[in-house]
């Protein structure tokens, strides 16, 4: 479906200030579970802050994932029909323990959980990293970039299969996107990891080149198993 310009959304200002909040989930597969771990604990803590209801897409103002990590982004910032995160934080574990058998060799169940959701309907900022293997370029799928690059305004779905394509392991993944003015773009992709495993880089750098600038604080998930927080300087 043809998209307009308008339809694209504008980029809130930082929810604190001039302090641009950062998440950053690394890739590794269905190691995923542990930075999965992690947020459950997390929105947890702001859960008995601020309430039930508390979910980690409306405490960041960027959230980004390379590979397994670009899944738990999209599952964390996707909007259900009452405009809520399709999954809480605690719900990610008990998924990739149901599905990790299919998750990655297979698209289904990607596809089912994302549907037609499009970058442009994220809760929160994303930045998703990828790398096509016919340009031999980084792609990122970034909320900041689809204003002036539509054709980034993939489907969510799509952005996660390409990002969890790791060479060796799994195939590329092939798909065309349409941009507002109706040109079509092919994409060939594999795993963002080639380019940018540790995605918080790609994240900062969108976040300055944004409508907005400022103090950074980021907190990184690394599949190893333990969390960085850090004020980064402006």
């Not at 899944?71 to 259900?80: D, F, G, Q, W, Y």
């Not at 969510?156 to 993944?173: N, R």
């Amino acid at each position: 479906m043809l998209r307009t310009q308008s339809s694209i959304l504008q980029i809130p200002p930082p929810t604190y200030g001039n302090l641009v909040t950062i998440l950053s989930i690394d890739g590794g597969g269905i190691r995923g579970i542990i930075p999965a771990t992690i947020l459950e604990f997390l929105e947890s803590q702001l859960q008995e802050l601020d309430g039930e209801s508390a979910r980690l897409a409306y405490y960041f103002d960027v959230i980004t994932g390379t590979s397994t990590g670009g899944l738990v982004t999209a599952m964390l910032t996707a909007p259900n029909d009452k405009q809520c995160p399709l999954f809480a934080a605690k719900d990610i574990k008990p998924f990739y323990l149901e599905h990790c058998p299919k998750i990655f060799p297979q698209y289904n169940v990607v596809r089912e959980i994302l549907g037609e959701i499009r970058v442009h309907e994220t809760l929160t900022n994303i930045v998703i990293p990828t790398f096509d293997i016919k340009t031999l370029r980084p792609v990122i799928f970034s909320s900041y970039q689809i204003k002036r690059t539509p054709c980034l305004d993939a489907r969510l779905s799509d952005i996660c299969i390409s990002t969890s394509a790791a060479p060796t392991y799994l195939p590329s993944y092939n798909f065309k996107n349409q941009d507002t003015k109706g040109n079509i773009y092919a994409f060939n992709l594999i795993d963002g990891g080639v380019c940018a495993n540790n995605p918080w880089n790609s994240s900062s750098a969108d976040a300055d080149s944004g409508p907005f600038c400022g103090r950074v604080f980021l907190i990184s998930l690394i599949v190893v198993g333990f969390a960085v927080g850090l004020e980064l300087p402006s």
